[in-house]
């Protein structure tokens, strides 16, 4: 046991000295302009390391359930893209532009809640990720992360209702001019805000990606039409504003090409089109689900042979 503890600390150290060495210096992308920000990129990038490294170590104790169930793999794959998206819109490259750019600003949050939320919320992680946790923690920490599961909550059609509701106030009260710029002069600030976006994005994928049945499906589909709608007012608002509003857009635009005002714009079309697309694309992908369960109930209605015996519904007794 002795050695198996001194592996997983050999591990920790190498894992987080390597992953460091891959990320720039702070000065070569933004982030030496100020002090706290170098401190928030060094924090943000040792969380996402330990992260990391629990799932990759939860997968190899669950190497077997790997091995046998392609699902499982998919899950995988969303958890990488989700993590990769995570340092891409907090450490690098992305960060490289932000200084002085709304539109850059706008494009990480847009990765946060858009990206790496979905990816991570199919992924599904806790499973691996209790499963990684070293043995001296014991049953705290694995309990942590079987509340955050909180799977009862993810069942009831009010959860969808919390979800969307607190997603949808994070994303206009954070685009709020005095908020927005007090997250440019504040690095604590700014942190809330990010943790904001991803967090409520992700409980907002969590509870509509979650199988519920034809009634969870269709209300789903209802929330994102909905999300389209008020972000795409968002999105619209900032993209037709007659002047400058976010103390991001600088002068320091000039040097691609745009104006104060430009950028600002071009910030407003990131969260109206592309932000709508992928709302959209959700949105039919779980019309696709909720119509396919609808025509394999309606299949066992009729009493046809071939309907698949997943299926729990009775045809009605004569």
């Known amino acids: 046991m002795g050695g198996m503890r001194l592996a997983q600390a050999v591990v920790f150290a190498a894992s987080l000295g390597t992953a460091w060495t891959l990320v720039p210096p702070a000065a070569a992308h933004g982030f030496g302009r100020e002090p706290d ?4 990129r060094d924090a943000t990038a040792i969380l996402l390391g330990l992260i990391g490294l629990v799932y990759l170590m939860g997968l ?5 359930i790997l091995r046998r169930a392609m699902g499982v793999r998919w899950r995988v794959f ?6 990769l998206a995570l340092a891409a819109a907090m450490i690098w490259p992305l960060p490289l532009w932000d200084h002085g750019s709304f539109a850059a600003h706008m494009m990480e949050h847009e990765i946060l809640m858009l990206v790496a939320a979905p990816l991570f919320a199919a992924a599904r992680p806790w499973a691996v990720l209790r499963s990684g946790l070293p043995a001296t923690w014991g049953r705290r ?3 942590l992360l079987r509340a955050l599961a909180v799977p009862q909550f993810r069942r009831s059609s009010m959860s969808s209702w919390i979800a969307f509701g607190a997603h949808a106030i994070a994303l206009w009260v954070w685009h709020a001019p005095g908020l927005f710029d007090a997250a440019l002069d504040s690095a604590v600030v700014h942190a809330l805000q990010h943790a904001c976006f991803f967090g409520t994005a992700f409980g907002f994928w969590w509870v509509l990606l979650a199988r519920r049945g034809s009634q ?3 209300l789903a589909v209802g929330l994102l039409l909905l999300t389209v709608v008020h972000s795409g007012m968002l999105g ?3 993209t037709f504003a007659p002047h400058v509003i976010y103390g991001a857009s600088t002068d320091e635009v000039r040097h691609w090409g745009l104006t104060p005002l430009d950028d600002q714009q071009l910030g407003g079309l990131i969260m109206w089109v592309p932000g709508g697309l992928i709302y959209t694309a959700a949105g039919l992908f779980i019309l696709g ?4 369960g609808v025509e394999m109930r309606a299949r066992v209605w009729r009493g046809v042979p071939d309907a698949p015996a997943s299926v729990k519904i009775k045809p009605p007794t004569r």
Do not use: E, H, P
């Open 216 to 218: 969870g499906d269709g």
């Open 141 to 143: 920490g694995r309990s």
């Open 236 to 238: 619209a608002l900032i």
């Open 289 to 292: 689900r909720w119509l396919k």
């Open 78 to 83: 969303g958890f990488v893209g989700g993590w």
């Open 60 to 64: 190899i104790r669950r190497r077997g």
């Open 37 to 40: 920000d170098v401190a928030l």
